[in-house]
């Protein structure tokens, strides 16, 4: 009889620990695993050829995003993202306006462009490879983010952040901005490869 009664209660102790130690696990992976984009520390850039002799360089001062990231899981990271096309600037307000216009972004129609990720891939050297949707103009093709130099710190008032840099190249012609002038010495006035870049703080969000 006091055997059995010690058997039972060693069952029960052992359950007892598988439990704990489950919840222990589910609340870990839930506790750091959301994040979202911090626009006053971060920065959404693009460059593009101009005249074939030089990169005219931009910003889009408005966007959002949130991220799921865990560093012991980078194969579950998820992105979704908007940009306020409008809000771009290149610093020069006659191009701007021509940039919002319909030879190229047509902001009126299409206000916003937006990604969401669809996949994720670990890259070496704690890189990642983040494959998605990216809808310019309505129009949505697959790219992929090259994200590097992911780092964690917290700031001035404890709050934890994580910082990365993520790039990719896009050509104009697939969201349909096919606008062009050919120059007298050869070439043309706007390259076809754009090169986006993103500089991003992003405060944990759980």
């Known amino acids: ?30 506790a750091t695993t959301r994040w979202t984009i911090d626009p006053g520390h971060s920065a959404v850039g693009f460059s593009v050829r101009h005249l074939m002799i030089t990169n005219v360089r931009g910003e889009f001062e408005k966007f959002r995003g949130d991220v799921t990231y865990d560093a012991a899981h980078p194969e579950a990271t998820r992105i979704e993202a908007t940009i ?3 809000s771009l600037n290149t610093r020069e307000a006659k191009r701007d306006a021509d940039l919002r216009s319909a030879l190229f972004f047509d902001v009126e129609k299409h206000p916003q462009m937006t990604f969401a990720s669809k996949s994720a891939r670990a890259a070496g050297d704690g890189n990642l490879e983040i494959t998605g949707d990216l809808t310019i103009r309505g129009t949505t093709h697959e790219v992929t983010l090259s994200v590097r130099d992911i780092s964690a710190a917290k700031d001035m008032r404890g ?21 062009n002038k050919a120059l007298e010495t ?21």
């Open 159 to 179: 709050n934890s952040r994580i910082g990365a840099t993520a790039s990719t190249k896009i050509k104009r012609s697939d969201f349909e901005m096919t606008w």
């Open 1 to 30: 009889m006091r055997a059995a009664l010690r058997l039972r209660n060693a069952e029960f102790l052992s359950c007892c620990e598988t439990l704990r130690a489950n919840v222990g696990m589910v609340t870990g992976m839930n």
């Open 186 to 206: 050869g070439g043309v006035v706007v390259g076809e490869v754009v090169t986006i870049t993103l500089e991003l703080s992003l405060v944990n969000a759980t």
């Open 84 to 86: 306020d096309v409008a």
